[in-house]
């Protein structure tokens, strides 16, 4: 039982190593802004690395990106979309 807490903990403290896409996508210039452009690119990094991985856990933790980049980009949402009318009326 501890040893599966241990690991548990293992995983989950590896979750902010991978990146929050939201945040790479509201952070960077250069990226046509939108409302879920967060999680669109949590889902296409899923999709890439479900076919093409290298290690196992690495699916593990783009997979839980996606509903972290759901919840973040639903609070960024006003946000996001007063940022690309601005941008592109």
Known sequence: MRTRILILLLL??????SGCS???????DSITPGPYVGTKLAV???????EHYDYYG???V????????????T???????YNS?????
């Open 12 to 17: 989950l403290s590896s979750l902010p190593l």
């Open 22 to 28: 939201t945040i790479k996508m509201h952070s960077d």
């Open 44 to 50: 296409t990094n899923t999709k890439r690395h479900w």
């Open 58 to 60: 690495q699916v593990f």
């Open 62 to 73: 783009y997979a839980m990106d996606v509903p972290l980049c759901l919840i973040a980009d």
């Open 75 to 81: 609070i960024v949402l006003p946000y996001a979309i």
């Open 85 to 89: 009318y601005r941008t592109y009326p």
